[in-house]
């Protein structure tokens, strides 16, 4: 049964007592939370309310004493469908500013909802209420409430992304409309529903010049996710504008492990963008090892694309302004392992032949050319 301090308040929305409710402890008003919550509903939907100052001071008092006491008993969990219901219920109304800084009476009600939520975003049962609502508010036109529910959707994402599986078109179409805050959801949405993002996949793609740094990270986050899944169309759908992108980016890293990823099943997506790469790696020497890895998998295509990325291999082998040899040793290798008839039966001598990574690619230089001059006679 609710308190009778709660009862008079609501029932005879008494202003004058409200205050009253702060000097009742916690624990003596837990078990009226949720009826005071309906009631608070009920009041919130009269036609009057918009404009009746009164109803509104008594439901902003109440509800920020009900927060309170939320808080303090850590009893969201037993709260939570009332708190989701009234929350549910501010939908149904105008959230947009009236003024500049002049919320709705409704947005109040939402956003004191929100923050108590906000502090409880690590319960899974408040997190099933709550995310279909939540996504309801992106799309209401109030700036603030749409920042709210965007961080809120990013915490619930990190342990609970199943719960935003099935509202990931509105998640993307939001981003779509500039909210990027939500991109970081959308790593964790990928694995659980991949679709919806791969529908949009150019619009995405589109955003990556426009968006800041942080953007920029969580969009290739997801890009990363996506190559992993081996999808043929989404890689080459990718390829051109991360190579755009890496020229001047300050994510070259994990673009170019999206790329080696990619390479890894569909090579040939980036056969035409090689002289880009090796462009992008005379530029910065540290690229080279991962650069490496690019052209050893495209060098696996045929023997004509191997003959050409094994020039450039052996030329960076000679190269002594990087560290990165070894693995440059490992994809030749691999290569003329693989199309054993261009080094001939003595391959396997000029790998033993000498530790000095300049003497073995003088030397395979050399063979390359002799393969070279006898296949053109």
């Known amino acids: 049964m609710m308190h009778q301090l709660f009862r008079l308040v609501l029932g005879q929305k008494d202003l004058s007592r409200a205050g009253d409710l702060f000097s009742l402890d916690d624990s003596e008003i837990e078990d009226s939370l949720t009826e005071a919550l309906e009631q608070i509903k009920i009041i919130s939907s009269s036609s009057d309310y918009q404009t009746n100052n009164n109803d509104q001071a008594v439901v902003e008092i109440c509800i920020t004493r009900i927060t309170t006491a939320?808080?303090?008993?850590?009893?969201?969990?037993?709260?939570?469908?009332?708190?989701?219901?009234?929350?549910?219920?501010?939908?149904?109304?105008?959230?947009?500013?009236?003024?500049?800084?002049?919320?709705?009476?409704?947005?109040?009600i939402a956003s004191d909802i929100t923050s108590c939520i906000l502090q409880n975003y690590n319960q899974p049962?408040?997190?099933?209420?709550?995310?279909?609502?939540?996504?309801?508010?992106l799309h209401r036109g109030n700036k603030d409430l749409c920042k709210n529910m965007s961080n809120y959707l990013s915490l619930a994402s990190i342990t609970k992304a199943d719960l935003l599986a099935d509202h990931t078109e509105v998640i993307v179409k939001s981003i779509l409309q500039g909210n990027a805050m939500l991109l970081r959801v959308l790593p964790a949405v990928y694995e659980k529903q991949p679709q919806?993002?791969?529908?949009?996949?150019?619009?995405?793609?589109?955003?990556?010049?426009?968006?800041?740094?942080?953007?920029?990270?969580?969009?290739?986050?997801?890009?990363?996710?996506?190559?992993?899944?081996?999808?043929?169309?989404?890689?080459?759908?990718?390829?051109?504008?991360?190579?755009?992108?890496?020229?001047?980016?300050?994510?070259t890293d994990i673009i170019l492990n999206i790329l080696i990823e990619i390479a890894g099943?569909?090579?040939?997506?980036?056969?035409?963008?090689?002289?880009?790469?090796?462009?992008?790696?005379?530029?910065?020497?540290?690229?080279?090892?991962?650069?490496?890895?690019?052209?050893?998998?495209?060098?696996?295509?045929?023997?004509?694309?191997?003959?050409?990325?094994?020039?450039?291999?052996?030329?960076?082998?000679?190269?002594?302004?990087?560290?990165?040899?070894?693995?440059?040793?490992?994809?030749?290798?691999?290569?003329?392992?693989?199309?054993?008839?261009?080094?001939?039966p003595q391959s396997r001598d000029i790998f033993r032949m000498s530790n000095s990574f300049t003497t073995i690619a003088r030397l395979l230089s050399r063979q390359l050319e002799n393969a070279k001059t006898g296949s053109s006679r």
Request: glycine fraction near 4%; charge should be neutral.
């Open 196 to 251: 919806p993002i791969n529908r949009h996949l150019p619009e995405l793609l589109a955003l990556l010049a426009q968006l800041e740094e942080p953007g920029q990270y969580h969009l290739l986050r997801l890009l990363h996710v996506a190559a992993k899944r081996k999808q043929i169309e989404v890689a080459q759908k990718c390829v051109p504008v991360l190579i755009r992108h890496l020229k001047d980016s300050t994510h």
């Open 125 to 137: 049962p408040v997190m099933a209420l709550a995310v279909p609502i939540a996504v309801k508010f």
């Open 70 to 108: 939320i808080r303090e008993t850590g009893s969201i969990e037993k709260h939570a469908k009332s708190l989701v219901g009234l929350w549910d219920s501010c939908l149904e109304h105008n959230l947009r500013a009236l003024g500049k800084d002049e919320d709705t009476p409704y947005s109040k």
């Open 265 to 344: 099943y569909e090579p040939l997506a980036l056969n035409s963008f090689l002289p880009m790469l090796k462009e992008i790696g005379e530029r910065f020497p540290y690229l080279i090892g991962q650069m490496a890895r690019i052209y050893g998998a495209v060098g696996h295509v045929d023997e004509e694309r191997a003959r050409s990325c094994l020039t450039y291999l052996v030329s960076q082998l000679a190269n002594m302004e990087h560290s990165f040899h070894h693995i440059l040793l490992l994809e030749i290798k691999s290569i003329t392992d693989t199309f054993v008839s261009i080094l001939g």
